[in-house]
């Protein structure tokens, strides 16, 4: 029997290695759908709610794996679906592979049913856009767009009309006009070494320095050992872009934690004080974070050409690979005798666990949500995947969740999107079935899609070695992260009409899907709620009724800024009272640290 174009594209990915393609049919794609029907279930389709959680699971997927994700959805608005995922790769620079599909060739430039131009669509979003007209042109169309999304670290798209996936595959011939396309086969990562004469420039630039300061992003990953060294070397404190949350451990006495609007005193006082300042591997976009210009002299290393010396004014810009880079730099390096700038650093993060402990412990009404975090701080395992969604919830991930051991954490770090924290916890759970889950999630991203996906962990529950995936529901029916900013940063009160959120029991809703849930509404409930979730044999969900007035303060924030914010809530904030009471309680156990 002949194959078709769809079983050749399903066999091409196998070959690609690919175990799982995240999407949603349509008669776009029913070529291919068909096509995986055939394929005994390898690679699998796991289908989501909704085309764009496809994307997000992809993204998560390559995230946590380290390896290119598929994602596939139909022509029309099944493709522009799949876009705010495919965003949420390209700015954090993960390879997903989208495979499309498209009205039939011969209706095409008819104004056809679901016909947009899908090239102009993608043509931003993607590095590598190709739409397939003859059978001959897949195996360089699905090698290519494999081999460009894992090399530039990026989505690509591949788009199939319809009437294709069905005809007879040919393989390209030996001829005029033809393009092969050699074997599928393993990509070894970039092993980029600057110039030598460059190196050593960085290498005095950060012997001169005194007070040395690091800041590292997902681009250290596979250079933790070497940043740990170079670290010793210098005496220097080690900041974490969020992206780069987990590739360093909490418990390392001279990491300051998150830097930003959503980082640590710390972090803070670190790029404050420094007089020398390492990059490596972040693009981190804010410059108000870092050391005022002139301040420092600055190094920054990176795999990517374009986004190096566009942050701070960096002196030796190292473009290359941050493991090779550190390894070559740190010989070069001399280790400083005077410790009392680490030391003052570790004083510092000290002081900054403390006070976090503090404030997390504070009463709220009903519940405190720094202290959801630090109760799971407590208690989560060391080979625990987090995810976390886009919202004041994300401060609380981003703050209070002390990584050790083998975790590893992510977000939507660049685009910021409302909604991938449970579709990156199913990616994950696919890329490490053998692990446990755990997203955090504010109940605005459960409204808008992390509800319809309990029923895709309700499906897919018995694929993974271990069942455990905890959705914690940081329920508050606040659009909490918007009203704050409203507050601090448009001086205006909450309004009620576009922020407050319909109340649902979000555990009644799981246990309807099929899923174990536990409802917390007090701060006794909370560690053993804990407990019971990272214990259960299957996925849980966490709902915690939280109170919306517990402020996201920033690490640089003064009493002056804050009787700004008093000033803009009485102007008609609706629990204006309480607010102001949460925030004082808050800020006063930054200044308890300090006696």
Same mark, same amino acid.
């Given at each position: 029997?002949?194959?078709?174009?769809?079983?050749?594209?399903?066999?091409?990915?196998?070959?690609?290695?690919?175990?799982?393609?995240?999407?949603?049919?349509?008669?776009?794609?029913?070529?291919?759908? %068909?096509?995986?029907?055939?394929?005994?279930?390898?690679?699998?389709?796991?289908?989501?709610?909704?085309?764009?959680?496809?994307?997000?699971?992809?993204?998560?997927?390559?995230?946590?794996?380290?390896?290119?994700?598929?994602?596939?959805?139909?022509?029309?608005?099944?493709?522009?679906?799949?876009?705010?995922?495919?965003?949420?790769?390209?700015?954090?620079?993960?390879?997903?592979?989208?495979?499309?599909?498209?009205?039939?060739?011969?209706?095409?430039?008819?104004?056809?049913?679901?016909?947009?131009?899908?090239?102009?669509?993608?043509?931003?979003?993607?590095?590598?856009?190709?739409?397939?007209?003859?059978?001959? #042109?897949?195996?360089?169309?699905?090698?290519?767009?494999?081999?460009?999304?894992?090399?530039?670290?990026?989505?690509?798209?591949?788009?199939?009309? +319809?009437?294709? #996936?069905?005809?007879?595959?040919?393989?390209?011939?030996?001829?005029?006009?033809?393009?092969?396309?050699?074997?599928?086969? $393993?990509?070894?990562?970039?092993?980029?070494?600057?110039? *030598?004469?460059?190196?050593?420039?960085?290498?005095?630039?950060?012997?001169?320095?005194?007070?040395?300061?690091?800041?590292?992003?997902?681009?250290?990953?596979?250079?933790?050992?070497?940043?740990?060294?170079?670290?010793?070397?210098?005496?220097?404190?080690?900041?974490? $872009?969020?992206?780069?949350?987990?590739?360093?451990?909490?418990?390392?006495?001279?990491?300051?934690?998150?830097?930003?609007?959503?980082?640590?005193?710390?972090?803070?006082?670190?790029?404050?004080?420094?007089?020398?300042?390492?990059?490596?591997?972040?693009?981190?976009?804010?410059?108000?974070?870092?050391?005022?210009?002139?301040?420092?002299?600055?190094?920054?290393?990176?795999?990517?050409?374009?986004?190096?010396?566009? *942050?701070?004014?960096?002196?030796?810009?190292?473009?290359?690979? %941050?493991?090779?880079?550190?390894?070559?730099?740190?010989?070069?390096?001399?280790?400083? @005798?005077?410790?009392?700038? *680490?030391?003052?650093?570790?004083?510092?993060?000290?002081?900054?666990?403390? @006070?976090?402990?503090?404030?997390?412990?504070?009463?709220?009404?009903?519940?405190?949500?720094?202290?959801?975090?630090?109760?799971?701080?407590?208690?989560?395992?060391?080979?625990?995947?987090?995810? %976390?969604? +886009?919202?004041?919830?994300?401060?609380?991930?981003?703050?209070?969740?002390?990584?050790?051991?083998?975790?590893?954490? +992510?977000?939507?770090?660049?685009?910021?999107?409302?909604?991938?924290?449970?579709?990156?916890?199913?990616?994950?759970?696919?890329?490490?079935?053998?692990?446990?889950?755990?997203?955090?999630?504010?109940?605005?991203?459960?409204?808008?899609?992390?509800?319809?996906?309990?029923?895709?962990?309700?499906?897919?529950?018995?694929?993974?070695?271990?069942?455990?995936?905890?959705?914690?529901?940081?329920?508050?029916?606040?659009?909490?992260?918007?009203?704050?900013?409203?507050?601090?940063?448009?001086?205006?009160?909450?309004?009620e009409e576009s922020q407050s959120l319909p109340d649902v029991s979000y555990a009644e809703v799981a246990r309807v899907m099929g899923l174990a849930a536990i409802t917390v509404e007090s701060a006794d409930e909370l560690g053993p709620a804990w407990d019971s979730a990272l214990h259960a044999d299957g996925p849980v969900l966490l709902d915690v009724k939280c109170d919306p007035e517990v402020p996201p303060i920033p690490p640089? $924030?003064?009493?002056?800024?804050?009787?700004?914010?008093?000033?803009?809530?009485?102007?008609?904030?609706?629990?204006?009272?309480?607010?102001?009471?949460?925030?004082?309680?808050?800020? %006063?156990?930054?200044?308890? *640290?300090?006696?």
């Amino acid at each position: 029997m002949a194959q078709q174009v769809g079983d050749y594209v399903v066999r091409r990915l196998r070959e690609w290695g690919v175990e799982q393609v995240f999407g949603y049919p349509g008669d776009g794609i029913n070529g291919l759908i %068909a096509a995986f029907g055939r394929a005994d279930d390898n690679p699998a389709f796991i289908q989501a709610r909704h085309e764009e959680m496809s994307a997000f699971e992809a993204t998560g997927y390559a995230k946590f794996s380290g390896n290119a994700a598929v994602c596939t959805a139909t022509s029309g608005p099944g493709a522009i679906h799949l876009l705010n995922g495919l965003y949420d790769a390209k700015l954090d620079h993960v390879p997903v592979v989208a495979i499309v599909g498209q009205t039939a060739r011969s209706a095409m430039g008819g104004s056809y049913q679901q016909e947009v131009n899908l090239q102009n669509l993608f043509q931003d979003v993607a590095d590598y856009v190709v739409e397939v007209n003859v059978a001959s #042109q897949l195996p360089n169309a699905l090698d290519r767009a494999f081999r460009v999304a894992i090399t530039r670290r990026a989505p690509t798209a591949v788009i199939i009309p +319809s009437d294709l #996936q069905e005809e007879e595959y040919e393989p390209p011939e030996h001829a005029f006009k033809q393009v092969p396309s050699s074997p599928p086969g $393993a990509l070894p990562p970039a092993q980029v070494i600057p110039d *030598r004469d460059e190196i050593r420039r960085a290498a005095e630039i950060l012997d001169a320095g005194s007070r040395v300061a690091i800041l590292i992003g997902q681009g250290a990953r596979s250079a933790a050992e070497e940043v740990v060294e170079i670290a010793d070397r210098t005496g220097a404190g080690v900041a974490k $872009a969020l992206l780069g949350k987990d590739v360093l451990p909490d418990d390392l006495p001279f990491v300051t934690g998150p830097i930003g609007l959503l980082g640590s005193r710390p972090s803070y006082e670190l790029m404050r004080d420094c007089d020398t300042l390492l990059i490596v591997g972040s693009n981190f976009p804010y410059s108000q974070f870092l050391p005022e210009f002139g301040q420092a002299r600055a190094v920054q290393i990176d795999i990517d050409g374009t986004m190096i010396g566009m *942050r701070y004014p960096t002196e030796v810009n190292l473009v290359g690979d %941050a493991k090779s880079t550190l390894a070559e730099l740190i010989p070069l390096i001399r280790r400083k @005798t005077d410790r009392s700038w *680490r030391e003052a650093v570790e004083k510092n993060v000290v002081r900054w666990w403390e @006070t976090l402990e503090r404030q997390s412990m504070v009463d709220a009404r009903p519940l405190n949500p720094m202290r959801v975090v630090w109760e799971l701080s407590e208690r989560i395992p060391e080979n625990a995947i987090v995810t %976390a969604d +886009s919202g004041s919830s994300t401060n609380w991930y981003a703050r209070c969740l002390r990584f050790h051991g083998r975790m590893r954490g +992510s977000l939507s770090g660049t685009l910021a999107t409302m909604g991938p924290g449970v579709p990156y916890a199913i990616g994950a759970k696919f890329a490490h079935p053998d692990r446990p889950a755990i997203a955090l999630v504010g109940d605005g991203a459960m409204q808008m899609n992390g509800l319809a996906e309990l029923l895709t962990i309700a499906r897919y529950r018995d694929r993974w070695a271990d069942p455990r995936l905890v959705v914690c529901v940081f329920h508050n029916n606040d659009l909490n992260q918007v009203t704050w900013e409203l507050r601090a940063m448009g001086g205006a009160p909450k309004f009620e009409e576009s922020q407050s959120l319909p109340d649902v029991s979000y555990a009644e809703v799981a246990r309807v899907m099929g899923l174990a849930a536990i409802t917390v509404e007090s701060a006794d409930e909370l560690g053993p709620a804990w407990d019971s979730a990272l214990h259960a044999d299957g996925p849980v969900l966490l709902d915690v009724k939280c109170d919306p007035e517990v402020p996201p303060i920033p690490p640089h $924030a003064t009493w002056e800024q804050m009787k700004d914010t008093v000033e803009a809530v009485l102007r008609g904030d609706p629990d204006a009272r309480h607010f102001i009471a949460q925030g004082v309680k808050a800020k %006063a156990q930054e200044f308890m *640290r300090r006696s």
